[in-house]
């Protein structure tokens, strides 16, 4: 019974390919988060999202894209991948938005060669 | 903008109290939050201070002055699991994204 559940975990993808990084998570939440981790542990916000609002981090390359098909969901999409792309990326969720707590997924490992 | 610092790694013992700071630079603080995370694991929420003063929970305590701009993590009776990174992260009004420090190394030597 993972509360926020990634999928894939890991993923490895040549330069210019679009992939998808799905999540799920089963707390109710109703706020959810994207996360990237870079090789220098430095977590930085990508996108939030609840059911009124999608809030962007602007330096974000307009490649990644943010889908939520309903409140329990917010996929990742990215478009013609690139070397500077791997990371690992995190889901987030948290009940509202402004204690500070996030439940986090276990992360997709994303490589791109 | 926003600025957030953080030692970048810090040292101590079995059973010692170790203090990790963090000094913050934003525009409409709201809140500090804490979080620990082991390598190859995901962020865990420690605590969160929205106004000043000390929150103890068990063995960490977090600590907040939001007339400094700064905060800290504290741990007490330090243990190997606790050799993790963990990470200050600002909240502000409106939006309450969490924004992440770089993140202290922590090594718990025997």
């Known amino acids: 019974d993972t509360a926020v559940s990634q999928t894939p975990k890991y993923l490895v993808t040549q330069m210019g390919n679009d992939k998808s990084i799905k999540c799920e998570q089963n707390?109710?939440?109703?706020?959810m988060y994207w996360y990237k981790q870079d090789s220098k542990k430095f977590l930085k916000i990508m996108f939030s999202?609840?059911?009124?609002?999608?809030?962007i981090n602007e330096t974000v390359p307009n490649r990644f894209s943010p889908k939520s098909p309903d409140k329990a969901h917010l996929n990742l999409h990215i478009n013609s991948l690139e070397l500077g792309d791997s990371a690992v990326y995190f889901c987030?969720?948290?009940?509202?938005?402004?204690?500070?707590?996030?439940?986090f997924g276990e992360g997709s490992r994303l490589t791109v060669l | 903008g926003q600025s957030l610092e953080q030692p970048s790694e810090v040292t101590a013992v079995e059973g010692a109290i170790v203090q990790i700071n963090c000094t913050y630079q934003?525009?409409?603080?709201?809140?500090l939050s804490w979080y620990q995370q082991h390598d190859g694991g995901a962020p865990t929420f420690l605590s969160y201070?929205?106004?000043?003063g000390l929150e103890e929970t068990g063995r960490f305590s977090s600590f907040l002055s939001r007339s400094d701009s700064y905060g800290y993590l504290l741990l007490q009776e330090l243990q190997m699991k606790d050799s993790a990174s963990y990470f200050c992260?600002?909240?502000?009004?409106?939006?309450?994204?969490?924004?992440f420090g770089r993140g202290t190394s922590l090594i718990v030597h025997p």
């Open positions: 201070n929205a106004l000043d």
């Open positions: 707390l109710g939440h109703d706020t």
């Open positions: 992260a600002v909240s502000r009004g409106g939006s309450y994204i969490p924004t």
């Open positions: 934003t525009s409409g603080f709201y809140g």
């Open positions: 987030a969720s948290s009940l509202s938005s402004n204690t500070g707590e996030l439940f």
């Open positions: 999202y609840n059911n009124k609002e999608l809030i």
